[in-house]
């Protein structure tokens, strides 16, 4: 694995920022400083994306709108307040890879989980498991667990959590192999599209052809997966998927989230908990005491949009429409495999990669596992300027982001990681 041809200086890291055609957006974002007010070496857009420059004056302008306009801001204006969901629908759609009215902004993500189960997980006492990736983010599992417990069902009885065989990622034989073995009593497949703790890339297309041949629905929590990788949920048939927009979207902490449904299912019977904003648009005021839905995914809707952690996302969907999903992908490959590369002529007694090594089968997250040392070593980075994440207990996190991470950050993160480990 350690090829001994690779330039590890910081003239070559240097060098591949003066040839990266995406450097400029480094500076539409405000960098947090570290303690000598220097840029730190922000690892962290897996957990919240940093903060757009351009951010502040949109705020601005709604809150503006509010001091002007008062109730009539639900109308007036192309950010009108009654609509504002759909304005940033193309948007997003785009970056997900679905139809504008397959895609939703609302709530937050375990809500949305927990409004899309409720329509897509009807079991039935044959037909009642929920196959899951090994190691979910608490949250979805928590969802799940109340899901199954709702309907009456027990937990460890309908959860097949699929375990790899060998180290922590899954392989998409051992994948089929799951579903193939339990295809008669799933009522529902629901993974990651990349797992918030390893890094891996599922293959999403080949699990939704799979779990659609046997009649199974298909939801995917996209929190770590979306802005990171390109992304087909139409093309690959998915038939519903979550994200939140804080991580690799740079919403800001709490931002809406998104929600997408297959355009298959929005005419159908599924059962489904409502609120007034889904209500068919043109006639919501009319406040009748039946529900007719809007036509799309839409009806999913519940209440009036919190505005103001809505428009803190636009900003940023201006950047991702402007920089475009391949190119950002290109920069991110290129950035992550360099930083893995490094990693990699370190004492692997020491450290060990857990994300799998082919770019296909990873987003920008890297996933390294310590074999000695504990959580001081992620302390004593923070302190040399460099924030990773850290999992209990002894993972580090570092996703470089493609937007504003440089190969010189990834070049710092191993110089640092290397002086630290090496002395343990
Ligand atoms: C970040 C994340 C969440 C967070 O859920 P919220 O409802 O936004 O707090 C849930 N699931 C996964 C997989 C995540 O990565």
């Known amino acids: 694995m350690i090829d001994t041809t690779f330039d590890t200086t910081l003239s070559y890291a240097k060098q591949l920022d003066s040839q990266d055609p995406l450097r400029a957006y480094r500076d539409k974002f405000y960098i947090p400083k570290d303690a000598n007010g220097q840029d730190l070496v922000y690892m962290c857009g897996n957990s919240l994306g940093l903060q757009p420059k351009s951010t502040q004056e949109i705020v601005d302008r709604e ?17 009108a307040w009654t609509k504002i969901h759909k304005a940033y629908a193309d948007k997003m759609a785009t970056i997900v890879g679905a139809k504008r009215e397959e895609v939703t902004l609302m709530n937050t993500l375990t809500t949305n989980l927990h409004l899309f189960m409720a329509s897509f997980y009807q079991p039935t006492p044959s037909k009642f498991k929920i196959l899951i990736e090994y190691s979910p983010f608490p949250s979805d599992r928590y969802a799940f667990q ?19 065989q060998n180290g922590e990622t899954i392989t998409t034989a051992e994948i089929e192999h799951y579903i193939d073995q339990h295809k008669d009593e799933l009522a529902l497949v629901l993974i990651g599209g990349v797992n918030y703790y390893t890094g891996q890339f599922y293959d999403i297309g080949h699990i939704a052809q799979l779990a659609q041949s046997h009649n199974i629905y298909f939801g995917v929590d996209l929190a770590h997966a979306v802005g990171n990788l390109p992304l087909q949920l139409h093309d690959w048939g998915v038939d519903f998927a979550v994200w939140c927009t804080y991580k690799y979207l740079n919403g800001g902490p709490g931002s809406i989230a998104g929600g997408y449904v297959h355009e298959r299912h ?20 009319l406040m009748t005491d039946y529900f007719v839905g809007e036509p799309d995914v839409n009806s999913w809707q519940l209440s009036n949009q919190p505005v103001l952690s809505l428009v803190t996302l636009e900003a940023s969907l201006a950047i991702f429409e402007e920089v475009g999903m391949n190119a950002l992908r290109a920069k991110s490959i290129q950035l992550t495999t360099y930083l893995s590369d490094l990693l990699a002529t370190l004492d692997q007694n020491t450290l060990h990669q857990i994300t799998p090594h082919e770019p296909t089968a990873r987003g920008c997250q890297l996933s390294i596992k310590l074999k000695k040392g504990d959580k001081n070593v992620f302390h004593t980075l923070r302190a040399k300027g460099i924030l990773p994440d850290w999992r209990n207990p002894n993972v580090i996190r570092c996703s470089p982001t493609p937007l504003y991470n440089s190969f010189e950050d990834c070049w710092r993160v191993y110089t640092e990681l290397g002086k630290i480990v090496a002395d343990l």
């Open 146 to 164: 109340s899901q199954i417990e709702w309907h009456g069902y027990d937990f460890n009885e309908a959860i097949i959590e699929m375990k790899p």
């Open 63 to 79: 809150m503006t709108r509010w001091r002007e306009l008062g109730v009539e801001g639900h109308f007036m204006g192309e950010s």
């Open 266 to 285: 929005h005419q159908s019977n599924l059962p489904k908990l409502k609120g007034w904003y889904g209500y068919e648009e043109k006639t919501r005021f």
